[in-house]
């Protein structure tokens, strides 16, 4: 039965040293320890969210740089192209100018041409004209020295206008 | 249903336990292989294992009678003076601080070694026989023995005192290490690095799912009751001198283990849970005529601590009781020649290692299950009306 019967001192030595322990325990020991182990946890869990943050951002920044060049590539194709058609442009608008401006020229040309061609004819025309003028007033003066070769002449003009008269067709 | 399912985990984490144990009991292994060699002075005995030899060589020279119930006894129950070992007819034994309050009113303190052998002290002597068997009686003037208010130090006592020593210098020591840290300090080695993960496990296994919600209160508590059971069981089995007295094998200190668990489920205890005793759900008629229900609910306050302290105190005192039997069969059997005395010796010495190994896994066990009920207590008074409103939602949920 002595086993089982609780002693008085044991009681009382048992309740000291345990509120001792408890209280030295409670107060300088199991608190540090969690504390440290709890923020040490939370540190790691930070730095675990952090890092997933960067990989994410690390992973959205290089979309952005691949978007970045992927643009910018694109937008040299466009400049690119804009300047093959700009070019292409210029050259087909400066051709149509420059075969308006022949095209103009010529015509100008012609016209004066057509001009200068009408005034020479015109000029040789009458040049022409006063040139026979003057070479028939010669020949006649020649000719008709003698009252026969007047004569003559004055019956073969009448001939050959009843010539013409009766045959105009030929 | 929150509890259960944390009961549930803090079993199967129980059960798992040896195979985060194994790591202790191999070195456990190599300690009761010392401790069985050590084991055999330390008990009232006129032979060291190396006396045997020359016992079994020329037998028969013991003068005495082996009363192993006696030597059993002498070892797990208290006593005034420490026993280390006797070597010869000499016994080694380190005398103890008597402090007794007489009749008369006035304290006394002396040495137990003045009360040796039945020898009177200042009118105390140590009772042979009788209902203080064993325990300092004072003879009345009227010729009356009575037992004074004794408040010595005894075995128990000492032994508790070192091992709280033990125990303070362990935590504080490793506190002490953490104390400056920074939030980004690396995990620690060596020592602190095993309490780290002990605590851990406690906190994950016990604490946090038994408790609930409100465990960062009674961390400290149970985590003090944790490694106070441990730190003792352990030294407990340690048979070398300033281990090895039998302390949480005692009815005394495991009252008070349990007194504290008890304080700490109905001091913090919330309205909810003391309207649970005396006015809990149950049809009217359990209740009010004869108030069955809170009867039983009010005896249950009683039986938990009750159950805590017996469970704690029979099972050390029984791992006690039967590494010391087997280690006596040594000596038992010493009369019955060498070839049986031999034989006897080996199997002793192969059960006393597997029993030692068992007791470090039940000193590892005990310490985690008185833990985890008092876990489970102080949770059970901590739950609020709300709480239980959960509770029986998830119930129902999980009943349609």
């Known amino acids: 039965m002595g086993l089982l019967q609780p002693e008085l001192g044991l009681l009382f030595w048992t309740s000291l040293a345990f509120g001792v322990v408890l209280f030295l325990l409670c107060k300088f020991g199991f608190p540090v320890i969690l504390r440290s182990v709890e923020e040490r ?12 943050e960067a990989e994410v951002r690390l992973e959205r920044v290089t979309l952005d740089s691949e978007a970045i060049v992927e643009k910018a590539e694109a937008e040299r194709q466009q400049i690119l192209r804009t300047a093959t058609d700009e070019r292409d442009r210029i050259v087909a608008e400066a051709r149509t100018k420059a075969e308006e401006e022949a095209r103009r020229i010529v015509a100008e040309a012609r016209v004066q041409a057509d001009e200068e061609r009408e005034q020479i004819l015109r000029d040789g025309r009458q040049q022409v004209a006063a040139l026979a003028v003057a070479l028939s007033e010669k020949l006649l003066r020649g000719e008709l020295r003698d009252k026969q070769s007047q004569t003559q002449l004055a019956d073969r003009l009448l001939d050959e206008i009843n010539t013409q008269t009766t045959n105009p067709e030929a | 249903m929150n509890r259960l399912v944390g009961i549930l985990f803090a079993l199967v984490l129980m059960y798992t336990c040896p195979a985060w144990g194994q790591e202790s009991i191999d070195y456990a292994q190599s300690e009761a292989v010392a401790a069985v060699a050590a084991e055999v002075p330390e008990h009232a005995e006129p032979m060291t294992e190396a006396q045997e030899a020359i016992a079994e060589a020329e037998p028969l020279v013991e003068e005495q009678e082996l009363n192993v119930k006696e ?11 420490w026993h280390i070992c006797t070597v010869g007819e000499h016994h080694v034994t380190i005398p103890l601080l008597v402090i007794v309050r007489s009749q008369s009113g006035e304290w006394h303190c002396f040495s137990s070694s003045h009360l040796h052998a039945g020898h009177e002290y200042e009118g105390f002597r140590i009772a042979d026989e009788g209902e203080y068997a064993g325990k300092i009686v004072e003879q009345t003037a009227e010729g009356e023995v009575v037992r004074p208010i004794d408040l010595s130090i ?7 005192f070192v ?38 496990s406690v906190m994950e296994g016990i604490i946090i799912p038994c408790v609930g919600p409100n465990y960062r209160k009674f961390a400290p508590y149970l985590l003090t009751a944790f490694f106070f059971i441990f730190v003792n069981n352990l030294m407990g089995l340690i048979p070398i001198f300033p281990a090895g007295a039998n302390v949480t094998g005692n009815i005394s200190v495991t009252l008070v283990l349990a007194m504290a668990t008890f304080f700490a489920v109905n001091v913090f ?42 469970r704690l105190f029979a099972n050390i005192l029984a791992g006690h009781a039967i590494i010391l039997i087997l280690t006596c069969i040594v000596f038992a059997t010493a009369k019955m020649g060498a070839a049986v005395n031999g034989a006897m010796s080996a199997v002793s010495v192969v059960l006393s290692i597997f029993m030692n ?11 985690f299950v008185f833990t985890m009920l008092s876990a489970v207590f102080i949770g059970a008074a901590q739950h609020s009306e709300e709480h239980e409103h959960e509770t029986k939602q998830i119930e129902n949920n999980i009943n349609n």
């Open chain 2, 71 to 81: 030597v059993v006894l002498g070892h797990i129950t208290d006593s005034y003076e």
């Open chain 1, 41 to 52: 946890r939370r540190f790691i869990d930070s730095s675990i969210d952090a890092a997933h």
């Open chain 2, 163 to 200: 091992n709280c020593a033990v125990l303070l210098l362990i935590v504080l020591g490793v506190a002490r290490r953490y104390r400056n840290d920074q939030p980004d300090a690396k995990a620690k080695g060596g020592l602190a690095g095993v309490l780290e993960m002990v605590i851990d």
């Open chain 2, 154 to 160: 005894t075995k128990t006592v000492a032994g508790l």
């Open chain 2, 357 to 367: 190994c068992l007791e470090v896994l039940v000193a590892f066990l005990q310490a």
């Open chain 2, 269 to 310: 205890g919330t309205r909810d849970y003391w309207k649970e005793i005396f006015w809990p759900e149950v049809p009217t008629w359990l209740k009010v005529p004869i108030p069955i229900m809170p009867a039983i609910e009010f005896i249950g306050l009683f039986t938990k601590p009750f159950s805590l302290m017996i």
